[in-house]
């Protein structure tokens, strides 16, 4: 019997699809981690976007044809997606937003 070999691969994953060369390769969805855990992040262009949604980071709507950015937790289910300014988003660091909990 050999040992178990379970590397854990997911850190190299990740920076793999950083890096991919061609972003429309990993469905234009990267992977983030932040203090408040790892992402998954979608950038949605204005033609995309078709409905108003509220961005959690400023509390205001995010108006159709606007490009921003949806984000997942990307241990939990693409379910409890949410939908954010881009300016938003990048800013939710500095600025301790919390992602809300159920
Ligand atoms: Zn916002």
Redesign the pocket.
Known sequence: MSPRRNTPRRRGARQDQRRAPFPGVVGNQQRESGSDGDWVVRRVSGAAATKTYR??????D?RPSTPHVVAWRAEGSSDDRRH??S???EKREHRGVRFPRR
């Open positions: 961005c959690p980071g400023c509390g205001q995010i954010w300014h300016s938003c988003w």
